[in-house]
């Protein structure tokens, strides 16, 4: 059994991976190595090399494991055609990105942004506009793993927890839910507005500039999860207009964000350059999925964790 990294993990991963599975062949490369996915029964990427074309002679190609949640960059249609088993790292992310946006959302309470700019000055003011996480109300569009435990930690603040996904169903460590259908009456109510939601056909421009509107003036915005879920342009005329206060944006449209765009010098705008779930434990994660899974895999098993439906792209 031939199994092809395309990416490098650190040496004693990579020892340890190779002990526990002696009868499995390690190979490891820094990208993708297209001769040897030709004969490789299981690929591990992190889902941005692997295209269409690359199927046509992996004959042998089994099972593809995703060292990440994302999806959208992947031959979806074509490994579905060819009935591979795909499945992903989803959950590893959610303590990395649930501290990143509880660390942003404290910091423009607490008016970190204004004291950094007011250094940087040698300016001493002591008008901060300062508020309370307590007491506010959050609506997380997306309530899996990372939207719940944002929600858990937002609980702990005392803050009351909104979600909403397609249909409206439950999660944990929210005090109420609602369904896409009822974004636009529910965004008033928000004093944060946190998208972790993933790029699907239903999620694309999800947030418009009507969406903005409905907002409270003194709402923070959050994009965590896909670019593609707000409309950059709409967005940047809702701030300009002062429909809501501020924008927290880990994921664009476009990636990396261009060089002169009008988020770079906006005051009341925070840009994350898609780093939010960057972590020491990021792929000592990722690869304890894929470990269990593999174990799974050698004894015949197809109860695999974090299976993907890839006609459905989730």
């Given at each position: 059994?031939k199994?092809?990294f ?5 040496q004693d991963?990579q020892?340890s991976?190779?002990e526990?599975?002696p009868?499995a ?7 993708l190595d297209e001769?040897v ?5 299981i ?11 690359h ?9 593809i494991?995703v060292a990440?949640?994302g999806?959208?960059k ?5 490994i579905?055609?060819r009935n591979?088993?795909l499945?992903n790292?989803?959950g590893i992310?959610k303590?990395?990105?649930?501290e990143s946006?509880?660390?942003?959302i404290?910091s423009?309470?607490?008016s970190?942004p204004t004291m950094a700019r007011?250094?940087?000055?040698g300016?001493w003011?002591?008008?901060l ?7 506010s109300?959050a609506l997380i ?5 990372i939207g719940?435990?944002?929600?858990r930690?937002?609980q702990?603040?005392?803050?009351r927890t ?11 460590s929210?005090d109420?839910?609602?369904p896409?259908?009822k974004l636009k009456?529910?965004l008033p109510?928000a ?8 790029s ?5 421009h ?13 709402a923070?915005?959050?994009?965590f999860?896909r ?7 709409e967005?940047?005329?809702a701030?300009?207009?002062?429909c809501?206060a501020?924008?927290?944006l880990d994921?664009?449209?476009k990636e ?6 009008p988020?770079?010098?906006m005051?009341?705008v925070?840009?994350?350059p898609?780093a939010?779930?960057h ?7 990722a690869?304890?999925i894929?470990?269990?899974?593999l174990?799974e895999?050698?004894?015949?098993s197809?109860?695999l964790?974090?299976i993907i439906?890839a006609?459905r792209?989730y």
């Amino acid at each position: 059994m031939k199994v092809l990294f395309s990416f490098f993990p650190k040496q004693d991963q990579q020892t340890s991976l190779m002990e526990k599975f002696p009868q499995a062949d390690f190979i490891f490369r820094k990208s993708l190595d297209e001769e040897v996915l030709k004969t490789a029964d299981i690929l591990v990427t992190y889902g941005e090399d692997l295209c269409a074309s690359h199927l046509e002679t992996a004959t042998q190609l089994k099972w593809i494991m995703v060292a990440s949640a994302g999806l959208e960059k992947m031959p979806l249609e074509e490994i579905a055609s060819r009935n591979i088993m795909l499945t992903n790292a989803r959950g590893i992310h959610k303590t990395p990105m649930a501290e990143s946006i509880i660390a942003h959302i404290l910091s423009i309470k607490k008016s970190l942004p204004t004291m950094a700019r007011n250094q940087r000055n040698g300016e001493w003011s002591r008008k901060l506009n300062s508020s309370e996480l307590f007491g506010s109300t959050a609506l997380i569009l997306g309530v899996g793993a990372i939207g719940s435990e944002v929600g858990r930690l937002l609980q702990a603040f005392g803050v009351r927890t909104i979600g909403c996904n397609r249909s409206g169903k439950i999660a944990p460590s929210m005090d109420a839910m609602v369904p896409f259908s009822k974004l636009k009456e529910t965004l008033p109510d928000a004093d944060i507005v946190i998208s972790i939601l993933p790029s699907t056909e239903e999620t694309k421009h999800l947030l418009t500039y009507e969406q903005f509107q409905c907002m409270k003036q003194s709402a923070i915005f959050m994009n965590f999860g896909r670019g593609d879920v707000v409309k950059e342009e709409e967005l940047l005329r809702a701030l300009k207009e002062e429909c809501i206060a501020y924008a927290v944006l880990d994921v664009f449209e476009k990636e990396p964000l261009l060089q002169g765009h009008p988020f770079w010098e906006m005051n009341n705008v925070i840009v994350s350059p898609h780093a939010s779930s960057h972590s020491s434990q990021y792929v000592i994660r990722a690869l304890g999925i894929f470990s269990n899974n593999l174990t799974e895999w050698l004894n015949g098993s197809d109860q695999l964790e974090n299976i993907i439906d890839a006609k459905r792209g989730y």
